[in-house]
């Protein structure tokens, strides 16, 4: 009855091995919905991986709020992207974990306002990159290289690059960001970055030697082996229709003869209207008219696979099932058969999560 995500935990494990393996100094990312698994399920494999030997001794969160839920299941260090800030529950860590907890301090007046609160915190400085989403600017590094020799406090765990992803080579921009640590007087330290493929962290490593570099990783170590994964529906109802028949909420009318699927997995799982397929212009609605397409009439395409072929909803996803169009032709599911869905697993609630 519901939506799955379906691992081959065998093979699953085998790819995140794999990943830490060729990647020292990783650290995994456990932020959102856990990229489909949840937080609580990554942080406890990251430990796992911490067992096996590898050098695992730090996860990344996304947000302050996140930090309960993988604190518990996990014992290293939490490193926390969002920059620090005087507000919100930042300010609301629990003692036990203040020990444990990387900040990042994205702006001077914050590194001077936290080390004031806080005077042993962790921190990394964030560089700002062509993202332009958080950072200090080469001079505000330089600023803040100063207002650390003087004080004394708090205990600097190196620098945080938040690079776009790849479009093209990202090295010239990360050299020309480490030449600004290096003129802040803050070099050598441990550099953590995101979005940079193995070639170039390997040639880093070769240019930087001194320089500790930690790749932080989400995507490509938890959905990296998209074959591992499998995510499903149930069909939960069937209905024949004739051409005319009226359904749904809106009262809309069948275009022609075929059945109603209702499947489990609706807006409450993330499950939204895909694109109308392939052109919409008006002439090629036309078209699709004269050859009796469903696009035509309205009907979007769904995530939903049947057949070998993602199908189109009959209306917009309800909260948590969806109802799809079947003309005649493709062989009809069952009540309780398992259909495939496409989806985006950092935006998909699952049900359920099985791990063999
Ligand atoms: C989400 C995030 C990452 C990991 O991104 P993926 O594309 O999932 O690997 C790394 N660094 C920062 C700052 C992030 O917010």
Same mark, same amino acid.
């Given at each position: 009855?519901?939506?799955?995500?379906?691992?081959?935990?065998?093979?699953?494990?085998?790819?995140?091995?794999?990943?830490?393996?060729?990647?020292?100094?990783?650290?995994? /990312?456990?932020?959102?919905?856990?990229?489909?698994?949840?937080?609580?399920?990554?942080?406890?494999?990251?430990?796992?991986?911490?067992?096996?030997?590898?050098?695992?001794?730090?996860?990344?969160?996304? *947000? %302050?709020?996140?930090?309960?839920?993988?604190?518990?299941?996990?014992?290293?260090?939490?490193?926390?992207?969002?920059?620090?800030?005087?507000?919100?529950?930042?300010?609301?860590?629990?003692?036990?974990?203040?020990?444990?907890?990387?900040?990042?301090?994205?702006?001077?007046?914050?590194?001077?306002?936290?080390?004031?609160?806080?005077?042993?915190?962790?921190? /990394?400085?964030?560089?700002?990159?062509?993202?332009?989403?958080?950072?200090? *600017?080469?001079?505000?590094?330089?600023?803040?290289?100063?207002?650390?020799?003087?004080?004394?406090?708090?205990?600097?765990?190196?620098?945080?690059?938040?690079?776009?992803?790849?479009?093209?080579?990202?090295?010239?921009?990360?050299?020309?960001?480490?030449?600004?640590?290096?003129?802040?007087?803050?070099?050598?330290?441990?550099?953590?970055?995101?979005?940079?493929?193995?070639?170039?962290?390997?040639?880093?490593?070769?240019? %930087?030697?001194?320089? @500790?570099?930690?790749?932080?990783?989400? +995507?490509?170590?938890?959905?990296?082996?998209?074959?591992?994964?499998?995510?499903?529906? *149930?069909?939960?109802?069937?209905?024949?229709?004739?051409?005319?028949?009226?359904?749904?909420?809106?009262?809309?009318?069948?275009?022609?003869?075929?059945?109603?699927?209702?499947?489990?997995?609706?807006?409450?799982?993330?499950?939204?209207?895909?694109?109308?397929?392939?052109?919409?212009?008006?002439?090629?609605?036309?078209?699709?008219?004269?050859?009796?397409?469903?696009?035509? /009439?309205?009907?979007? @395409?769904?995530?939903? +696979?049947?057949?070998?072929?993602?199908?189109?909803?009959?209306?917009?996803?309800?909260?948590?099932?969806?109802?799809?169009?079947?003309?005649?032709?493709?062989?009809?599911?069952?009540?309780?058969?398992?259909?495939? /869905?496409?989806? @985006?697993? +950092?935006?998909?609630?699952?049900?359920?999560?099985?791990?063999?």
């Amino acid at each position: 009855m519901a939506l799955t995500l379906t691992v081959d935990g065998d093979r699953w494990r085998q790819h995140l091995r794999a990943v830490a393996e060729a990647t020292p100094g990783l650290v995994p /990312v456990c932020k959102g919905n856990g990229y489909g698994f949840g937080l609580g399920r990554l942080a406890r494999r990251a430990g796992w991986l911490r067992d096996q030997g590898f050098d695992v001794d730090t996860i990344a969160v996304g *947000t %302050y709020e996140e930090l309960p839920e993988v604190a518990q299941r996990y014992s290293g260090d939490l490193l926390v992207l969002t920059p620090w800030r005087p507000f919100g529950a930042a300010l609301e860590l629990p003692a036990e974990l203040s020990g444990r907890v990387v900040h990042t301090v994205s702006r001077e007046q914050d590194l001077v306002d936290l080390l004031g609160r806080q005077p042993g915190a962790r921190f /990394v400085l964030e560089h700002l990159t062509s993202m332009l989403r958080h950072g200090m *600017t080469g001079r505000q590094l330089r600023t803040a290289a100063d207002h650390l020799a003087g004080a004394r406090a708090g205990r600097l765990e190196g620098i945080a690059l938040h690079l776009p992803l790849a479009q093209g080579s990202h090295l010239g921009e990360v050299h020309r960001l480490l030449n600004d640590v290096v003129a802040a007087g803050l070099a050598p330290t441990t550099i953590w970055v995101s979005h940079l493929t193995p070639e170039e962290l390997a040639t880093l490593r070769a240019s %930087y030697a001194d320089f @500790r570099i930690r790749p932080r990783i989400g +995507t490509d170590l938890w959905l990296g082996d998209r074959g591992a994964l499998r995510v499903t529906a *149930t069909v939960l109802d069937v209905h024949e229709v004739d051409r005319g028949d009226v359904f749904g909420y809106r009262g809309r009318t069948a275009p022609k003869a075929g059945h109603l699927l209702v499947v489990s997995g609706g807006t409450a799982h993330g499950i939204g209207l895909e694109s109308p397929t392939g052109d919409s212009s008006l002439k090629a609605r036309a078209a699709t008219l004269a050859r009796g397409g469903l696009d035509a /009439v309205g009907f979007v @395409r769904s995530p939903f +696979t049947i057949d070998g072929k993602q199908r189109l909803f009959a209306e917009p996803p309800h909260m948590q099932a969806s109802m799809l169009f079947l003309p005649h032709g493709p062989r009809v599911p069952q009540v309780g058969e398992e259909v495939e /869905v496409r989806v @985006r697993y +950092t935006a998909t609630g699952f049900d359920r999560v099985l791990v063999s």
